[in-house]
């Protein structure tokens, strides 16, 4: 123990009860507002739908400050618990090459991780989710979604922890610098290969067959100058009812996929206005704008890791004795999330000036009502509470309150 793991148990332990106040703020929020559908919704949203929504967001909650307070145990007991020392011990007694040490090291500490978050995910999926209707997964999917993790972390994990370690461990002072280099050009890689190659080995994607609806998107595309690879239809259903559409992909390998579940909700001018809102954060520059702020910040990032590499009081401090790159590694990754916490309100101030944008530019390219019609529909649909307590959502929500969104929109056509 020195001074630094006094930092980082404080900071700690502040993320945790500030997550926990705003989850207990959320749900007693929701809880007053339960008996009330907001008047701007009173037409479409029953009184039945706004009890599912607030019931959902409660239960949700609870979950969340679970998973805080298990959160905060498992970050504990892998640092100063001494978790990590001695897993790393246990390679380390096998006295294979430094590399491979480091790699089956990370690699085993990954798969632990996952295994100690199994439960609370199983319950997520068929206690929760099942609970409110929403899950269509079959345990038979759920584990193999999970053996398909794991192999997908061996092939494509396991050769970018080798490049990693041996930048660190080779390429001098700079190794951050180079490090970077090669994250990006992985990252480009897999927005790139992600759409063709991963994303099809857990859902099916058929093209878009139904003639009109595809007529209406491909209109749309060529209004705002867009070029695709094709547009999909995805079987969202085969997890979860939840609905969704995203675009996906980067320069000649651009694909439209939309959730099945999101094309039975809503009707084609909606499914329209929802693609023109997707499209309007392409034209507004909002996919480069979060690249460019993601390579500033892993630039950031690794150079902090470089220097804290470095220090003994970084392995010390944080219950670990062995100096090792991999060892940098894992605590960096470790401790990164409990200082990052704290831009959390920062990043959702962007990201909500970007919906706004790209409902500005929806409304001028489609049509206001529809897209409102559509939110409505999805809100309802997704059980997505109306009333969010206004603090939590500045901080947490990357989506403005629909009632604000709507608001936003129906100004649009006056
Ligand atoms: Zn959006």
């Given amino acids: 123990m020195n001074e630094f793991s006094w930092i980082f148990i404080i900071a700690l332990l502040l993320m945790t009860a ?37 019931d959902y967001t409660i239960a949700k909650g609870k979950l969340g400050r679970v998973e805080s307070i298990l959160g905060l145990i498992l970050l504990l007991f892998w640092t100063l618990g001494g978790g990590l020392a001695w897993l790393s011990g246990f390679w380390q007694d096998f ?5 491979v040490t480091g790699i089956v090291f990370i690699l085993s500490f990954f798969i632990i991780s996952s295994l100690l978050e199994l439960p609370l995910s199983w319950y997520k999926t068929f206690v929760l989710e099942q609970g409110f209707g929403f899950n269509r997964t079959t345990p038979a999917v759920f584990f193999s979604d999970m053996v398909k993790q794991f192999a997908l972390m061996l092939v494509i994990g396991a050769p970018l922890l080798w490049v990693a370690l041996w930048l660190m461990g080779s390429a001098g002072d700079y190794w951050w610098l180079y490090l970077w280099a090669a994250w990006m050009g992985f990252v480009l890689l897999m927005m790139w290969a992600y759409p063709a190659f991963i994303a099809p080995l857990f859902n099916k994607f058929t093209p878009l067959e139904d003639e009109t609806l595809k007529a209406k998107v491909e209109n749309l595309l060529s209004r705002c100058g867009f070029q695709s690879q094709g547009i999909f239809v995805m079987d969202g259903s085969k997890r979860s009812g939840h609905g969704n559409a995203y675009f996906t992909g980067i320069g000649n390998n651009k694909r439209i996929v939309f959730f099945d579940t999101l094309l039975k909700s809503l009707n084609e001018d909606q499914i329209e206005a929802v693609l023109a809102h997707e499209l309007g954060h392409f034209r507004r520059k909002h996919v480069v704008k979060n690249m460019l702020v993601m390579a500033v910040m892993s630039l950031f990032g690794l150079a902090l890791l470089g220097w804290a590499s470095t220090q003994s009081w970084f392995y010390t401090g944080l219950g670990v004795n062995t100096e090792t790159n991999a060892m940098a590694l894992v605590l960096f990754m470790l401790v990164i ?30 049509n206001s009502q529809d897209l409102i019609d559509a939110l409505v529909s999805l809100y309802q649909e997704n059980a997505s509470t109306l009333t969010p307590d206004p603090l939590v959502s500045a901080i947490y929500d990357s989506h403005p309150p629909a009632t604000l969104r709507v608001a936003h929109l129906a100004r649009k056509m006056t």
């Avoid at 006295?95 to 590399?99: I, L, R, S, Y």
């Avoid at 920062?346 to 790209?358: H, N």
């Fill in 337 to 366: 999330p409990v200082f990052s916490f704290f831009l959390h309100p920062i990043m959702t101030a962007m990201s909500r000036k970007y919906e706004y944008e790209a409902d500005d530019y929806a409304a001028s390219v489609s």
């Fill in 95 to 99: 006295q294979w090459p430094v590399m």
């Fill in 18 to 54: 500030i997550e926990i106040w705003l989850s207990l703020r959320q749900g007693d929020y929701v809880n007053r507002h339960r008996d009330r559908v907001p008047d701007a919704f009173k037409e479409q949203i029953s009184l039945q739908n706004h009890h599912k929504a607030a």
